[in-house]
């Protein structure tokens, strides 16, 4: 049997001003071909499908599709959970529907679908909460899926049915799963964990999460969980949150996070993306194949000692990304951002990296003087964002502004 594991896709997410959208169908239609190409039996999202719990209905309109043409009219299983981006309502309104397509949405870790038998021969023979069991065309073994979307501790502790509100969450899921296993998981079958949690081996650091993430581990989140915890029965773990593809530690079973399949912050800058393809079947150690991702543009950050030095690198590199910093004696001029902007439409940010130590100590030592007018308070907020003050256009906005105010 082979799995295509993905998640992260954050339909939706800006970086910046820059729209991704375009990026995202492109990198959508990447994974439908990957997944035609290797012959995928079933296809695992885990999670964080959107990047905003009210996504835009361009980013719902590319899932929709993407799920669709994954699916194979029916005779691929797509099975997504929701990640912390994602609203676990939204995730599940369209299950109804969505099954008749060989879609499960599973938004909640006590979700139990309904059974139900397809035209194409897709079956799912059996659901518990947090678990099901699937049949699928042309392929004699059961695929048999673990799933615990994202959710708050005390959310996860609520669902699994902690009969203890101290004990901690690891335990909590590591009993849920491991019963899951001993009732469900045996030899006849594929048997896969699906999550959206942070998972390491215990005893390691932990993890550092992306730029823009909504943290899991912080107060009211959710703990690590470790790879221990994993029920033996287990043949592979597909994760998601992290937008880093790697493997959770060095044994048995295999733990992967698929990462995402574009960068979207300047932590990820020169990352390479994937989609991870998973050979099991039942009784056996599962095998794993990463399939590198083309689509989208690359992130990149270039520190550069001049104004010329930057355009060179710039026309260089125009079909990327760039956070720029650029070294300087004194603030970036109005005139030298122009330039620079004017060479390269990719520009998302300008850091200026300042030499001058009275330059920066002067600008450091200036307090907030509230007795002042509100056009040099203005002038000293944009400076000390910008690190350099507003042009004369700027300030005839702001005083536009003002006037309306008044």
């Known amino acids: 049997m082979k799995i295509l594991h993905t998640s992260d896709w954050h339909l939706g997410k800006r970086l910046e001003n820059f729209q991704r959208i375009e990026e995202q169908a492109a990198v959508m239609n990447e994974i439908c071909q990957v997944a035609n190409e290797q ?6 999202v885990a999670g964080d499908l959107f990047d905003t719990y009210n996504p835009s209905t361009e980013a719902v309109n590319l899932c929709y599709k993407t799920l669709k043409r994954l699916s194979c009219n029916g005779t691929r299983p797509i099975i997504v959970i929701a990640g912390n981006h994602d609203s676990p309502d939204r995730i599940e309104t369209p299950d109804p529907l969505a099954r008749e397509c060989g879609i499960i949405f599973v938004g909640y870790p006590n979700t139990k679908i309904e059974n139900f038998v397809l035209d194409s021969g897709l079956k799912l023979n059996f659901s518990e909460k947090g678990f099901i069991e699937l049949s699928i065309p042309g392929n004699n073994s059961l695929l048999r899926i673990i799933c615990t979307p994202y959710a708050n501790e005390f959310r996860l502790k609520t669902f699994l049915d902690a009969e203890n509100s101290e ?7 590591a009993e849920k799963w491991q019963m899951l296993a001993n009732n469900y998981c045996d030899e006849n079958g594929v048997n896969v964990l699906l999550s959206h949690l942070f998972m390491i081996p215990k005893g390691e650091r932990l993890p550092v999460e992306p730029d823009d993430e909504k943290p899991i581990l912080h107060v009211g989140g959710a703990q690590a969980i470790y790879t221990e915890n994993i029920p033996s029965q287990v043949q592979y773990v597909a994760m998601g949150h992290l937008h880093r593809m790697h493997r959770v530690g060095k044994t048995l079973p295999l733990a992967y996070y698929s990462g995402s399949p574009l960068s979207y912050s300047f932590a990820e800058a020169d ?3 994937y989609v991870l393809l998973v050979d099991a079947e039942p009784g ?5 194949r990463e399939i590198e991702l083309s ?7 270039k520190r550069a000692e001049s104004v010329d030095e930057a355009i060179e690198w710039l026309e260089q590199h125009y079909q990327c990304l760039v956070e720029l910093t650029l070294v300087t004696d004194t603030f970036l001029t109005a005139g030298e951002r122009k330039k620079l902007y004017a060479a390269h439409s990719g520009i998302v940010s300008i850091i200026p990296e300042v030499r001058n130590a009275k330059i920066l100590s002067e600008n450091q030592a200036k307090g907030i003087d509230l007795s002042r007018n509100m056009e040099e308070l203005f002038i000293d907020f944009f400076t000390h964002e910008r690190n350099q003050k507003p042009d004369a256009e700027i300030l005839s906005l702001f005083k536009e502004l003002l006037a309306v105010g008044e």
Do not use: M, P, T, Y
């Open 39 to 44: 012959k995928a039996d079933a296809v695992l």
């Open 167 to 173: 004990q901690e969450l690891r335990e909590v899921l």
């Open 271 to 273: 990352q390479r993306k």
């Open 284 to 288: 056996k150690d599962a095998s794993i």
């Open 295 to 301: 689509s989208g543009k690359k992130l990149l950050r």
